[in-house]
Structure formats: C-alpha cells, structure tokens
C-alpha cells in the first residue's frame, strides 16, 4: 500500500524530509516524526500535545468538532441508554459487547475479586481521620501489587487479565472503603447478590446495624455515570497510566499514577470544584460577577466545567447528563434543587457570553455530574473518586491494548533546553 508523506523543508540548510502520512479508521490524518531526529537532528515541540497523537489505539474515538464519542465504535447515547456499566466494562477490555453467557461469566468473575485482603484494612486504618478519600485511594491501590504479587508477569496475557480483573473488582470497594474511614463508620464488605453499582452504593451507605437497599433508581443513575466516565482517549490521566506501564511497572503501580493525575482540579478534580464554585456563587444574581472573573486574565478563577482540550462543541456526556438531572432530582431530591437551576442558569448566560462562544467553550462532562453524585447522597469528597472508580475501566483497557503491542517502548519525550551552558565549577572561596 503505498504511503502519503508530507515533505517537511529546513529553510535554514534547505534540507528536505519526506515524512509518512499515518490515516486511522477515522479522524486526522497523522505525520509519523518517529525518524524526523534520527533523519535530520531536529525535535518537534508541542506542550500540552496539543498537536500530537502519542499511539495508536482502538478503544475509543472522540470527534470535539462534532461532540461525538465513541467506545469500540458504539456512541456513548446508545450505550448509556442500554448497557450496564460491567457490560461497557467488557465491550472496552476486550473490544466486542459480549453474549448473554460472556456477561453472565464476566460479572462472575468480577464479582469474586471484589473482597480486599484483610490486612488491608489495617492499613487503611493508618489513613488520619479526614485524609480526602482520593488520598487514601491513590495510596492503597498503589499498594495493591504488595497483596496480589502472584500475577504480576505483565508479559503473560493471563496474569495480565486477572490483574485487570481484580482492578476493575477491588477499586470500588476500596473507594467505598476510603469514604467509610473519613467517616468514621466500619468498612462494609461487598455483597455477591447485587449488581456492581449497587454494591458500591450498598458499601457506602450500609451499616452494620441496618439493611441498605440502594433505590432502582439511584442504581440505574451511577450506572449512567460509571460509563460516561469509563473512557476518553489520550486525556491526562490514561498518558500518565500508558507512561507508566511503558517502563514495565506493575499495573498496581500505572492504576494509581493515574488516579494522582485524574485528581488535578484541571481534570477529574473539576466535578468537585464545580460544586464549590456553584456554592460561592450562591445566587444567579452574582453570575455575571464570576463571568466577569473567569473573563479576567490577571485573575485565576476559571468557570470549572466548563471547556474542554477536544470538545469545540457540547461534550455529549455533558447533554445526557444535563437531561438525567431533572429526572434524578425530581425523583431523588427537590427538583427545585438550587445548584442545578443555577447550573443551569450559569450555561444559558455563558453560551451566550462571547468570550466563551469565541473560544468554543462548552459545558463538559464535570459541570453536571456532580448534581447527580450530590442527589445520590454521594459527598463532595467522594466526586473524583467516583470519577476514578469509573475511569479505572478505561485505564486497565488501554494498559492492556499497549501491553499486548509488541512495538511497545518506553516513553521518553525530548526537550528544548533553555538552562546555563556548560560552566565550570567555582570554589565556594570565589562565589
Ligand atoms: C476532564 O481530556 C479529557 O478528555 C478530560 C476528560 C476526560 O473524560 O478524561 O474529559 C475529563 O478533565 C474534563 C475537563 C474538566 N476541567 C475543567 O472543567 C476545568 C476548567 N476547564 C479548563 O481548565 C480548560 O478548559 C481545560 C483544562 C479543560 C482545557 O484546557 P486547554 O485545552 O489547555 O485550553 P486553554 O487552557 O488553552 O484555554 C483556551 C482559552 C484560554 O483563553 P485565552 O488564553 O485563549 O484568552 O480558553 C480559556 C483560557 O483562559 N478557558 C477558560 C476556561 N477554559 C479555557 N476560561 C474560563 N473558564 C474556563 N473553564
């Protein structure tokens, strides 16, 4: 098949490079710079990889002109309307929906990693009483190849698969477990007779003293979260997780530098402060105030929940979300919830603000979400930790699609350097 190129000329020697054109099943075209150094000793800068695609990947697909978002090819409107959160779980991992028999055999297996090892918990114990939850959960999924050493050879595809198995089981019971000890309330054990969602909602809200049942309609909401949140291309924190298993790092290890990274109020850290910045405006009267602020280039508020590095247009998590708020709330919580009519509100005089419509910046998936944690009962704290709970599922599919590529190196980024030249040392005597 013959290769495209595109020619790239060094107008300060005249140098001419004929670069490979690189064309996925869908989106831009690519210029392969894998050989631009070795060819011709210049770098490339992009900060932020504004420019850059840094693998190929089959998992996911988002068009920001368009706000479409794909998960194996299935748009997230369909799935979040039909699937449950294990069956995208399955679709992400291994790339097809499954059979009736391939869910049943899936949730099963889930389902029987879901308990910690009971030393864990004393370690969770040491946590200080009000660590944030995120904190705990960084920590202690970090120590997780400490407990499950037994199926760390990540060049075999079946330890590969049971790590990614336990992952995607232990995270919400450690998650949950993290709230309880910020609580103050005993660490709830999984219960193998409810759905994933249920369970996660039943280790955080029951008690030892009474039975908790969490509401069909509260389950069918974190069901719809869990999957919009389960996946999104190259974002910071999926870079940071393939950055680190590039070096052959446990996938314990690459799960929780992920969750470090997601925390960033840049990124999943945002449905947090979306709420916090909802709460300091208090009122609609006070809106054009904080327009006003995030308009301000000396000033460092920013409208949380807003913009997006992809989505030039409504990030489509963001519209589904949008429309299940006022079914959650109305069936939930006070429909007349104030948060979400000045959320509401803050989106109508934003879009019509030209600053944001100039630099096409829309709500994203963090401007609603957090309305919808805060009907379920779920705090504050507890936001990105739901946020990682669900992105877990993301990071063990795509740690698993470059584990498996052959071609897969370590990732080493070059640099401009702009530090002293090379100076020799003085003695203290002559500084
Ligand atoms: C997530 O990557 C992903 O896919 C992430 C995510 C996922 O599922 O993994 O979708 C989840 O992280 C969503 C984003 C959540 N973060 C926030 O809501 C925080 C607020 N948003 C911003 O900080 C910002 O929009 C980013 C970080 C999301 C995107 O930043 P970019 O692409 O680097 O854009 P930028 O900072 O260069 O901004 C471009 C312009 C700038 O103004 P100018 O210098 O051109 O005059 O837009 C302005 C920015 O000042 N701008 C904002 C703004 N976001 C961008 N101004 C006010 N409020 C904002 N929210």
Known sequence: ????????????????????????????????????????????????????????????????????????????????AKASFLEVAYLLIYGELPTASELADFEQVIRRHTMLNENLKSFLNGF??????????????????????????????????????????????????AYKHSIGEPIIYPRNDLRYCANLLHMMFATPCEEYRPSLLAERALNLLLILHADHEQNASTSTVRLAASS????????????????????????????????EIGRVENIPKYIAKAKDKDDPFRLMGFGHRVYKNYDPRAKILREVCHQVLGEL????????E???????????????????LYPNVDFYSGIIYQA??????????????ARTVGWVA??????????????????????????????ISQR
């Not at 919580?333 to 979400?340: E, G, M, R, S, V």
């Not at 509401?344 to 630099?359: G, H």
């Not at 379920?376 to 709970?389: D, Y």
């Open 1 to 80: 098949m013959s290769t495209e190129t595109v020619t790239v000329i060094n107008n300060l020697t005249g140098e001419r490079y004929e670069l490979p054109l690189r064309q996925g099943t869908l989106g831009p075209p690519a210029v392969d710079i894998s050989s631009l150094y070795q060819e011709s000793g210049l770098l490339t800068y992009d900060p932020g990889f504004m420019s850059t695609a840094s693998c190929h990947s089959s998992i996911t697909y988002i068009d920001g002109e368009q706000g479409i978002l794909l998960y194996r090819g299935y748009p997230i409107e369909q799935l979040a």
């Open 128 to 177: 200080h009483y009000d660590a944030h939850p995120m904190a705990i959960l960084v920590g202690v999924v970090g120590s997780l190849s400490a407990f499950y050493h037994d199926s760390l050879r990540i060049n075999d595809p079946r330890h590969r698969e049971i790590s990614a198995h336990r992952l995607i089981a232990k995270v919400p019971t450690i998650a949950a477990a």
């Open 248 to 279: 052959g790092a446990n996938p314990f290890a690459c799960i929780a530098a992920g969750i470090a990274s997601l925390w960033g109020p840049a990124h999943g850290g945002a449905n947090e402060a979306v709420i916090a910045m909802l709460t």
């Open 333 to 340: 919580a006070d429909t007349n919830n104030p948060l979400f």
């Open 342 to 360: 000045l959320a509401m509100r803050l989106e109508e005089i934003a879009l019509s603000d030209d600053y944001f419509i100039e630099r096409r």
């Open 376 to 389: 379920l009962g779920i705090p504050r704290n507890m936001f990105t930790v739901m946020f990682a709970v």
């Open 398 to 427: 795509h740690w698993l699609e470059m584990m498996s590529d052959p071609n897969n190196r370590i990732g080493r980024p070059r640099q401009i350097y702009r530090g002293p030249v090379k100076r020799d040392y003085l003695p």
